[in-house]
């Protein structure tokens, strides 16, 4: 099994690769983004253990750019900083795992088997309509080659519209996918998210993606 490991502190990078070449791993080290991601994209590596914060590129940006490329190579991030908002960049980023610093070596061994037993698995394919793009995977929507800035329930609205591209979709079924089961409020806030919507991916744009149907509900027009 091959792994990399892009991680700025040469100690830590040192250590670890005696442990994993103990283990019978081969291992490849960079101690920068730059590198770590031309290493990533040019060899062909079962695992890539990735520091979050690194010289140049960071490892977010890193772990996003490779599954915008469909690189499903098992990632475990790694970070030294606290709290929770680091996890949740991490995975929202697309890594598999992610483990703070400083961390047991028993740990980490345990995490890359994990992963390693897991293997690459395929996230969902990016979602087009017209030139508009969503990718499940990362939460990224593109306009042709602008990227588009959604909240989390502008995102899950425009995914269920695009995974049902010119079908027409009720406030109800719209309701039932953007909320729990025991969301009781007003239909009408499904108006209001839409007019949203097209604030951000139509209207910059001069187009009419998301159309009204009357009495009926809204519908994808991917030519819109």
Request: hydrophobic share 40%; charged share 30%; glycine share 8%.
């Amino acid at each position: 099994m091959r792994i990399l490991m892009v991680e700025d502190d040469q100690h830590v990078a040192a250590a670890v690769k005696r442990g994993l070449e103990a283990e019978g791993y081969v291992v490849d080290v960079a101690h920068d983004g730059s590198e770590g991601l031309w290493l990533a994209t040019e060899g062909a590596y079962d695992l890539v253990v990735l520091d979050s914060m690194l010289p140049g590129e960071n490892g977010e940006s890193i772990c996003r750019r490779l599954r915008q490329d469909r690189d499903w190579t098992p990632i475990l991030m790694l970070t030294a900083r606290v709290g929770t908002e680091p996890e949740v960049a991490a995975l929202d980023a697309g890594a598999d795992d992610f483990l703070a610093k400083p961390f047991a070596y028993q740990v980490l061994l345990a995490r890359i088997r994990a992963l390693l037993r897991r293997g690459r698995q395929e996230r969902p394919v990016v979602l087009e309509a017209g030139d508009l793009r969503l990718d499940p995977a990362s939460h990224e929507v593109w306009r042709g080659t602008s990227s588009v800035d959604l909240t989390p329930r502008q995102f899950a609205l425009l995914e269920c519209l695009m995974r049902q591209p010119g079908e027409v979709l009720s406030k109800t079924e719209i309701k039932d996918r953007l909320f729990d089961f025991a969301y009781d409020g007003d239909l009408n806030v499904i108006e209001v998210h839409v007019r949203q919507l097209r604030r951000r991916i139509d209207e910059p744009f001069g187009r009419s993606s998301i159309l009204t149907v009357r009495g009926v509900g809204y519908r994808l027009d991917p030519a819109g």
